[in-house]
C-alpha cells in the first residue's frame, strides 16, 4: 500500500496522538471527578466513575505503547491511527446522537458527559483494537500475493528450462535412433525416461495454475485421464496386472492436475506390493451427485493405527508425499479420498469427486 511523504515523515510519532488522546481522556475523568466531588460529596459511585475512565485511559496510553514497539509498516500504523479516531469520533457521536434525542423530547439528561467519555474512549480502544487486525490481515494477505507471485515465477522458470533440456535429450535421442547402425540398447530408457520429464512438467504445471489460484475446478472427463494413466502404469510396471472397468464420459469437477491422483494411487499400489505379481483392480461409478473412482490392490495391506493419519503427511514431507498430494488435490476439488481392507487381501482407496451442476 503506497503512503504519502508526511505519513512516513512522522510515523515515529503516529503512537503518540493515543498517547495524546489518553491524557485528554483522563483529564476530563480527573475534571468530572473533582465535579461530582462538589455536587455530590466523596462517595464511593465518583470514585467508580473515575476508575472507569482512568482505566479506559490506560488502555489508550497501551495501544500507543504497544504501537510504538510493534512491527507494523508505516500503512499498519496509520491504519491502526485511523481506525481509533474513527472508533473514537463514531461512538462519540453516537452517544451524542443520543443524549440530542433524549434533550430535543423533552427529557433530562444528567450526567451526559460521563457517557460520552465512556463511549468516545471505549470507542477510540475497540477502533484500534480492530485497527491492528486490520492492519495484520493486510500485511498476511500481501506477503501471500508476494508468495504466490513468486512461486508462479520459479514455476515457470523451472518448466521452461527444465523442459528445453528434455526436448534436446528427446531430440538427440531421435537422431541416434535414425542411425544406419544398429540402435543402441541405452536408447530405449533415455527417451523413456525423458518422454516422464517432459510430461512431469506439464503436470506441474497443472499444479502450480491449481494451487496459485490461476485455475478453479471445471466439468472435466476423467475417464479418458484414468485410462492414460493405467496405461503408462502398465508400461513402467510390465509384472503387474490392472483390471479395468470404467465407463465413458465421466464428468466430475476437476483440473488436468486430476491425472496426478490417478498416477499417484496407481504407483502406491504397486511399490508398496509385497510380492512380485500384484493385481490392481481400478473401477469407476456414478451416484447420483458424485463420482467414485476405486483403486484396489492385492498386496500386504495398511495397519489400522497407519490407516488413522495417513492423509495427515505434509506435502513438503518425504514420507507419504504420494498420498498427501491426492488429499491435498481432492480437497481443492471439493471432493473426498478414503482407505479401507480389501477383500479378502491389501487395500482399496476410494476418491470421490463432485458432478458437475445440472445445466
Not at 109 to 117: D, K, Q
Not at 197 to 222: H, K, N, Q, Y
Not at 263 to 281: I, K, R, S
Amino acid at each position: 500500500m503506497d503512503v504519502s511523504a508526511w505519513e512516513r515523515r512522522l510515523v515515529g510519532r503516529a503512537p503518540t496522538l493515543l498517547a495524546i488522546l489518553g491524557v485528554a481522556a483522563a483529564a476530563v475523568s480527573l475534571a468530572h471527578f473533582l465535579y461530582d466531588i462538589e455536587t455530590l460529596g466523596l462517595g464511593p459511585l465518583p470514585v467508580l466513575s473515575l476508575g472507569l475512565c482512568l482505566s479506559l485511559s490506560v488502555g489508550l496510553f497501551a495501544l500507543s505503547r504497544w504501537l510504538a514497539v510493534s512491527d507494523l509498516s508505516v500503512a499498519g500504523t496509520w491504519t491502526v491511527v485511523r481506525w481509533s479516531l474513527g472508533g473514537m469520533v463514531g461512538f462519540g457521536a453516537l452517544a451524542a446522537l443520543t443524549v440530542g434525542i433524549r434533550l430535543a423530547e423533552g427529557r433530562i439528561v444528567g450526567g451526559a458527559s460521563l457517557g460520552l467519555l465512556v463511549m468516545a474512549t471505549g470507542g477510540g480502544i475497540g477502533g484500534g483494537v480492530a485497527g491492528v487486525y486490520y492492519a495484520r490481515a493486510n500485511h498476511a494477505a500481501r506477503e501471500a500475493d508476494r508468495r504466490r507471485d513468486a512461486l508462479v515465477f520459479l514455476n515457470s522458470h523451472l518448466r521452461h528450462n527444465v523442459l528445453n533440456a528434455a526436448q534436446v535429450i528427446q531430440g538427440y535421442t531421435t537422431l541416434l535412433g535414425e542411425r544406419d547402425d544398429e540402435p543402441d540398447e541405452y536408447l530405449e530408457p533415455i527417451e523413456r525416461r525423458s518422454d516422464t520429464i517432459a510430461s512431469l512438467i506439464e503436470d506441474m504445471r497443472e499444479l502450480a495454475d491449481l494451487f496459485s489460484g490461476e485455475r478453479t475446478p471445471v466439468p472435466t472427463d476423467i475417464s479418458t485421464l484414468l485410462l492414460r494413466e493405467v496405461e503408462t502404469a502398465r508400461a513402467n510396471h510390465e509384472a503387474a496386472t490392472f483390471e479395468v472397468d470404467v465407463p465413458p464420459e465421466l464428468y466430475v469437477m476437476a483440473t488436468g492436475a486430476v491425472s496426478a491422483v490417478f498416477a499417484n494411487l496407481l504407483q502406491n499400489a504397486v511399490e508398496h506390493h509385497d510380492g512380485t505379481a500384484p493385481t490392481v483392480t481400478v473401477s469407476a461409478e456414478r451416484t447420483p451427485r458424485t463420482v467414485l473412482v476405486h483403486v484396489a490392490d492385492d498386496g500386504p495391506g495398511i495397519r489400522d493405527d497407519v490407516k488413522e493419519n495417513l492423509f495427515d503427511s505434509a506435502i513438503e514431507s518425504g514420507e507419504g508425499r504420494g498420498i498427501a498430494l491426492v488429499k491435498t488435490l481432492m480437497n481443492h476439488y471439493g471432493g473426498n479420498v478414503s482407505v479401507s481392507d480389501n477383500d479378502p487381501r491389501g487395500t482399496e482407496v476410494v476418491v470421490e469427486f463432485r458432478r458437475p451442476p445440472p445445466q
